[in-house]
C-alpha cells in the first residue's frame, strides 16, 4: 500500500506540474513570474512547483483514470469525502510546492 500512495502522490506532482504549464497566463504562473520565481516554469526545472486548478474534483479524475481507486487517494491525503459522500479534491486554486522525500 505505500508504494501505491507514493505513486499517487507522484502522479498528483505530474498532474499540478501540467496544469500550471497549460496555464502560462493564469494567476499562479503570473504570480510566480512577479517574484522572480519564472525559472520554475520551465520544462528543465529541477523544482517542480505545480498548480491545483479550482474545481471540485478534478485530481481525483485524474487518478481514478489512472487506476487509483478511492481509498488510496484518500490515505494519500490528496482528497477528502464529503458530508454527502462525494470524494472531492483536497486543494484547489493554489500554487503546489511539492516536498520530495530524498
Not at 500550471?20 to 525559472?39: I, Y
Not at 487509483?68 to 493554489?94: H, K, M, P, Q
Request: charged share 25%; hydrophobic share 45%; glycine share 10%.
Amino acid at each position: 500500500m505505500k508504494d501505491r500512495l507514493y505513486d499517487a502522490h507522484v502522479a498528483a506532482v505530474s498532474f499540478y506540474r501540467r496544469q500550471l504549464r497549460e496555464r502560462p497566463g493564469g494567476w499562479a504562473a503570473e504570480h510566480l513570474c512577479a517574484r522572480g520565481l519564472g525559472a520554475v516554469l520551465a520544462p528543465g526545472s529541477e523544482w517542480s512547483v505545480g498548480y491545483a486548478p479550482d474545481g471540485w474534483s478534478q485530481l481525483v479524475g485524474h487518478l481514478r483514470r489512472a487506476a487509483f481507486d478511492d481509498l488510496e487517494i484518500v490515505a494519500a491525503g490528496l482528497a477528502f469525502v464529503t458530508s454527502n459522500g462525494y470524494l472531492v479534491d483536497r486543494f484547489r486554486d493554489r500554487i503546489m510546492f511539492p516536498a520530495p522525500d530524498k
